[in-house]
C-alpha cells in the first residue's frame, strides 16, 4: 500500500498534467455524498412507502455505473495514460468522502429529528418477519434485542454505515477501473488532431523567408545622381 502512494505521488509531481486521484476523488465524493444522502432516505422509509423499496434498488444497481463514468473520464482526460493504482485510488476516495457527507446528515437525523427511527425500524422487521413463514425465529432475535436495549447508539450505526461504504466501494472501484482500462479512450478533441496538409504548406509559405515581399523598391535609375 505503500508503495501504491509513493508510485501516486511520483507520477503527480513529474507530470502535472496528469489528474490528482485524492482531488479528483474528493470533486465526486461531494457528487456521490448527495447520491448516497437520497440513498439513505430511500432506504429508510422503505418498510412504509413500498415504492420507495424499488427505488433504493435500482438507486444501488447505479452506483457502480456512477462510478464507472467518473473513473471513464478520468481516463479520457489523462489520454490513457492514467495508472491503475491512481484510478482505483480515485474510487476510493470518492467512496469515503461520500460516506462522510451521508454519515453526517444520517447522524443529524437519527440522532436529532428522529431518535426513534431506529427502533421504529426494528418493530416494522418484526412484524415484517412474523407474517412470513419460518420467520418467526428472526423476529423473537429481533424481539429479544429491542428488549434488552441492545440497539447501536447513532454514532455507532453511521461508523458501521461508513465502514462498509468505504469497504465495498473499494470493491466497486477495483473492477470499474479493470473495465474502464480495458476500453482504449478515443481522441475526440479537435485541438489533439494534426493540421490538414494544405494548411500546412500555407503556413510553410507565409512563414518561408524567401516567399516574403521584399521591404525596398529596386532603383530604376542606378546612374543617377541627386544634386
Not at 415504492?51 to 433504493?56: C, E, F, Q, R, W
Not at 463514468?69 to 484510478?87: A, V, Y
Not at 431518535?115 to 412470513?132: F, H
Amino acid at each position: 500500500m505503500a508503495l501504491c502512494f509513493f508510485r501516486i505521488f511520483v507520477i503527480v509531481e513529474t507530470n502535472q498534467r496528469l489528474t490528482n486521484p485524492y482531488k479528483q476523488g474528493a470533486d465526486n465524493g461531494f457528487v456521490l455524498g448527495a447520491y448516497l444522502r437520497a440513498l439513505f432516505f430511500t432506504t429508510a422509509f422503505a418498510l412504509e412507502v413500498p415504492l420507495l423499496g424499488i427505488l433504493s434498488t435500482c438507486m444501488i444497481v447505479a452506483i457502480p455505473v456512477i462510478i464507472f463514468m467518473m473513473l471513464r473520464r478520468t481516463w479520457i482526460r489523462d489520454r490513457g495514460m492514467s495508472l491503475f493504482s491512481s484510478l482505483w485510488m480515485q474510487g476510493i476516495m470518492a467512496f469515503a468522502c461520500g460516506g462522510i457527507i451521508s454519515g453526517l446528515v444520517a447522524y443529524v437525523y437519527i440522532r436529532w429529528i428522529e431518535p426513534e427511527w431506529l427502533t421504529m425500524q426494528v418493530k416494522n422487521m418484526i412484524a415484517l418477519y412474523q407474517s412470513v413463514e419460518n420467520g418467526e425465529q428472526v423476529a423473537d432475535i429481533l424481539q429479544t434485542i429491542l428488549k434488552q436495549g441492545l440497539l447501536p447508539t447513532p454514532i455507532q450505526m453511521v461508523i458501521q454505515m461508513l465502514w462498509f461504504e468505504i469497504f465495498a466501494g473499494s470493491v466497486v472501484s477495483l473492477i470499474a477501473t479493470l473495465i474502464v482500462r480495458a476500453i482504449k479512450p478515443r481522441q475526440s478533441s479537435k485541438t489533439d488532431r494534426p493540421y490538414p496538409t494544405c494548411h500546412r504548406q500555407q503556413q510553410t509559405r507565409l512563414t518561408s523567408p524567401l516567399s516574403s515581399p521584399s521591404t525596398t523598391k529596386p532603383n530604376r535609375f542606378p546612374n543617377w545622381k541627386h544634386g
